[in-house]
Structure formats: structure tokens, C-alpha cells
């Protein structure tokens, strides 16, 4: 319950659970008589353990170490390669999707038609009806991109064949992947398969991506970190809003692709294609969240986050503490803006690896610094600053490297600790488009989601159950 429920009217934001919290009403000038506060509400085990959590040494000292680890994190795009030969355990029968782990059967229909796409695209079917039959025999290898190294947006799917771009954490030595954004329209992403998807994902493998590649490669690679850093100085916050990051991108490697040996009507329409598309850094700022955080899997007694992640029926988070474990709940319906033509009815629940951002602090948790989101998300520029705000609630620490000039220069939240997320009741603030629950229609909205509050008491008791043990 926000501060505001409690008392009918906007008091701006003060920490219900600080000490000073009567003195810091008094100063916004408000009389209080009474607080209609209540204690998070779940069983007397989970309360107990939240308890035990909430002033661990130990647990202190592992979130600060997540947190400088994530803030230490040093990433590059080093190059781009067909998936089966970079991604690890990729094989011709492997197909990654966005989310936990989820069966063909129990897919949204979003993802099923981007399993389709996949199939007609890798030539493993010839029509539908073939590509459908082929998921659901069993010879197909559904894993979540998370437990390959990779993430992606909304569907996630990324097949044998699809180029992916190769991130490296030069701090930590981890390495993430990611597709190719390929725009707006009809795309795989959004379940879509028809003949000029598949078209124009022949043309990123056999033309863009070893023209870009070969661009990468001749800058030596190229600082994602610090094309993320200018561009939320710049009104991106990296997640939904991507035009300054891509055009900071493009200025690097127009060059490279003129000089580095690419034939020139080739080199024309790879500059083209990125210029037409101002998500395609969102192909590679999740990749840069994702290697940050990997690096952060595993410390003991952390209850840092290391993913959110969503298949468009379960929402899952990780938590360093407990390494690669998933903790689910279901997704939710994105609150948002919907595109003329379209109802609430056609929404699809909330879909996508894109949260990775959130889990490294950018995207909703940097919508402060990015005003003109809130005309894709709905809202206000006031709400876009307080949802900014009250991240601080549940993160460890600011990231200086991502600062934010209209919340005077301060680091964005960084590091979601689940214990807070419990103590306050305050969940992450997720920004996603929306897609339409028949496959290839696309996206018909955006707006603003978050996780299920299950996935966080379950993270809470499998990890009092550890301890313990």
C-alpha cells in the first residue's frame, strides 16, 4: 500500500518504514493522528524469515558486493555470429524463448507463432501445419534464453541460424547474446511468420549481420556501457525509448561499415535498415544488463536479483543467493496505452527477456530522465519521476554511471533486493509493449507491469529453507 492510498491525497514520497517518518510528514505539512499501516501480509514462516533477512550482516555484506559487481561491469559488443556457433548448448534442434521454462503445449499464442517463424525460417517445415507438428512431436528443444547465455525481447525466439550479437562483461569475463532487433510491423518477435518476415530475417543473416560484424571488428568493438550512460543523459532509459542510444551507436559504426572492406551497396542498406530502426539498440542493452548481472548469479547470502523474466503466461525472477533457480508467479496484464482498433481483450499477458533492463536498474526504473516515454506508456512526466523515485526504495545502491539529470544527477536504483521488494510492498516498475494475443498481429500498445508478489515469497522461502540447511 503506497503512502498515498493510506491518506487520500499526494504526499510525495516518504518511507513509511524510516524512523524520522512522523517528522517527515510534519515537514510536508500534514497533521497526523493516526497511521493505517499494516505489516506485509503473508504466512507467520515468511514473516518470520523476512525478519531474520531484514538486518543480516552477512546479507548486507553480499548485496553490497552484488551491487558493486553490477556497477563494476565493463560491456562490449564485440562482434556478431550464428547462434549455433557462439551460443552455448545451441543445437540444431534447440530453440530459445523468452521467459522460465515453459512446454510447447502451455505457450501463448504469441510464442507459438514465433516458434512457427523459426521453423519455416531454418527451413525444418514447409507450411504451418508441418511447423506446428514438428514443436509438438518432442524433437524440438524448448529452453528459456536465460539458461543459454541470451535473452529476448517479447517472444524471445532465437533458432540455430539467427545471427545474435556477442556482448562481453570485460570486468567478469561473461559473455550474453542476443538477436537482431528487427523493427517495427510484422516480426517474429511478436509471433508474426509470413513471407517478408521470414525475407527479412534470410537478409540479417546473410548480408547485415556479417556486414556489421565486420564493422564491429574493425572499431576493435564498441562500448555498450558507455553509449547506455549518455543516452539516458540524453532522454533514453534504454528499455521502450532507444532513439538517442541507436543514433550514438550509428554514429560509430557508419564509418567502419564504409571502411572495413564491405561492398558498398551492401554497407547502403545495412545504414538504412538502422536508421529506419530506432529499437535496435534494445537488442543490445539487454545483452549488456544481462552479462552485468550474470556476474552477480551466485554470491551466497545475496538476495540481489539477477533476472526478470516473463513468457507471456508465468513471470519468473532469480536471485543471486540461489544461482539459476527460477521463482514464478503468473504474468500480469501491462496497464498502458492500447493503439486505436484495439480492447483490453486483445492484450496478450506480459511477455519478454526486455525486463533485464529493469534488473539492472535502466528502463522503468530510469523512465525519470526519459519524459517523452510516458507518450508511449501513458501517465505523466510527474509519474514517470516518482516511479523513478520510489525504485530507491527496494535497490541497494545508485549507479553513478547512469545518472540522471532531472533527478539532479542522482545514479539510478540499482540492485533489487528482494528482502525490501517484501518489506515495502513496493514492486519493480516494468515498461513493455503490449502484444496482441493472436501471433503476428504485433504490438498494439505499451505501458507499464509488474512482477506477481509470489515470486518473490517464493524466492524468500527457498532461500530461509537454504540457510537454514
Not at 73 to 85: D, M
Not at 115 to 122: M, Q, S
Not at 276 to 298: I, Q, R, T, W
Request: net charge negative.
Amino acid at each position: 500500500m503506497s503512502i498515498n492510498d493510506l491518506f487520500g491525497k499526494d504526499l510525495g514520497f516518504v518511507n513509511i518504514g524510516a524512523p524520522n517518518f512522523m517528522e517527515d510528514l510534519a515537514l510536508q505539512g500534514q497533521r497526523v493522528t493516526q497511521l493505517a499501516w499494516q505489516p506485509p501480509t503473508m504466512a507467520p514462516a515468511l514473516l518470520e524469515a523476512l525478519d531474520a533477512l531484514a538486518d543480516d550482516e552477512e546479507v548486507r555484506a553480499a548485496n553490497e558486493e552484488a551491487a558493486s559487481r553490477i556497477m563494476a561491469a565493463q560491456t562490449r559488443l564485440v562482434g556478431l555470429a550464428p547462434a549455433r556457433e557462439v551460443v552455448p548448448g545451441m543445437t540444431e534442434n534447440t530453440i530459445l524463448h523468452a521467459g522460465p521454462p515453459i512446454s510447447w503445449e502451455d505457450m501463448c499464442g504469441t510464442m507459438q507463432g514465433a516458434v512457427v517463424g523459426a521453423l519455416l525460417y531454418e527451413g525444418r517445415a514447409g507450411d504451418e501445419r508441418q511447423a506446428r507438428e514438428l514443436a509438438a512431436s518432442g524433437e524440438i528443444e524448448f529452453a528459456p534464453c536465460h539458461e543459454h547465455g541470451a535473452v529476448g525481447p517479447m517472444a524471445g525466439i532465437v533458432s540455430p541460424s539467427m545471427p545474435v550479437h556477442i556482448v562481453e562483461n570485460q570486468i567478469h569475463g561473461t559473455t550474453a547474446y542476443c538477436t537482431v532487433n528487427e523493427g517495427l510491423g510484422k516480426v517474429l518477435r511478436f509471433g508474426a511468420f509470413d513471407e517478408s518476415v521470414i525475407e527479412r530475417l534470410k537478409w540479417i543473416e546473410r548480408e547485415f549481420a556479417p556486414a556489421m560484424d565486420k564493422a564491429v571488428r574493425e572499431l576493435g568493438g564498441i562500448d555498450t556501457k558507455a553509449i547506455i550512460a549518455q543516452a539516458v543523459q540524453m532522454g533514453d532509459e534504454c528499455h521502450n525509448r532507444n532513439k538517442a542510444a541507436t543514433s550514438l551507436l550509428f554514429k560509430e559504426v557508419a564509418p567502419a561499415l564504409l571502411e572495413c572492406g564491405v561492398p558498398l551497396d551492401a554497407a547502403k542498406r545495412v545504414m538504412r535498415f538502422m536508421s529506419a530502426n530506432e529499437h535496435y539498440f534494445l537488442n543490445l542493452s539487454m545483452p549488456s544488463c544481462k552479462c552485468a548481472l550474470d556476474a552477480v548469479s551466485g554470491i551466497p547470502n545475496s538476495t540481489v536479483l539477477t533476472a526478470m523474466s516473463r513468457n507471456g503466461v508465468e513471470f519468473g525472477i532469480r536471485v543471486s543467493g540461489l544461482g539459476d533457480r527460477w521463482f514464478t508467479g503468473p504474468a500480469n496484464l501491462v496497464d498502458g496505452l492500447l493503439f486505436p482498433g484495439f480492447s483490453p481483450e486483445d492484450a496478450n499477458p506480459d511477455l519478454g527477456d526486455s525486463a533485464i533492463t529493469e534488473t539492472m536498474g535502466i528502463g522503468g526504473f530510469a523512465m525519470g530522465a526519459s519524459p517523452a516515454i510516458v507518450q508511449f506508456v501513458g501517465g505523466s512526466v510527474a509519474d514517470a519521476m516518482r516511479y523513478t523515485e520510489s525504485m530507491r526504495e527496494i535497490t541497494v545502491a545508485e549507479n553513478a554511471g547512469f545518472s540522471l539529470p532531472p533527478m539532479n544527477f542522482r545514479g539510478t536504483a540499482t540492485g533489487i533486493d528482494m528482502v525490501k521488494v517484501l518489506e515495502s510492498g513496493v514492486l519493480p516498475v516494468i515498461n513493455t509493449g503490449i502484444a496482441h494475443k493472436v501471433p503476428g498481429i504485433g504490438q498494439v500498445g505499451a505501458g507499464i507491469v509488474n512482477p506477481p508478489i509470489e515470486c518473490f515469497e517464493r524466492a524468500l522461502e527457498a532461500f530461509a529453507d537454504a540457510r537454514a540447511n
